[in-house]
């Protein structure tokens, strides 16, 4: 069931990432239904430690509130993606998927700083970074890296 669930929520970053490359959104109905599907999953399958649960779901709200004191400096899309996996993964993965996105998103700005200037209304989509994150941790707990 572990390699199940990781995989399906790993396919669904991977379409959210090619959405939010070509239109710089994602659609609302996705992120409702990966919502549900997340909650009913945590609290069917995993052996629920509300602490967990709560700690990732407040990293989800602490990024829909970066968002909106930003005016989606980070988008609302990135931010309620990250309060999805915060209650399927729990605040520890939850935070090393956000240690890894972030750490790619900065190799690729300094890589695009390089290669040709930025304007400051140049965007990056973060669902990308964000599935990289997420793929690094199922490396790094699947045993493989």
């Not at 695009?112 to 970074?129: A, D, E, N, Q």
């Not at 599935?131 to 790094?140: H, I, K, S």
């Amino acid at each position: 069931m572990w390699w199940l669930s990781k995989t399906v929520c790993l396919g669904i970053l991977l379409a959210l990432s090619f959405m939010d490359i070509q239109r710089h959104q994602v659609p609302v109905k996705v992120l409702v239904i990966s919502n549900i599907i997340s909650i009913m999953y945590y609290i069917i399958f995993k052996e629920i430690n509300i602490y967990l649960f709560v700690g990732g779901i407040g990293v989800g709200i602490a990024f829909l509130f970066i968002s909106k004191v930003t005016r989606e400096g980070i988008g609302f899309g990135d931010s309620w993606a990250i309060l999805i996996l915060g209650s399927y993964l729990g605040i520890w993965e939850t935070l090393e998927v956000l240690a890894a996105a972030f750490s790619f998103l900065s190799i690729y700005a300094v890589i695009v700083l390089y290669i040709r200037k930025m304007s400051r209304t140049y965007t990056i989509p973060f669902f990308p970074f964000l599935t990289g994150g997420y793929l690094a941790l199922l490396l790094t707990k699947g045993g493989i890296l």
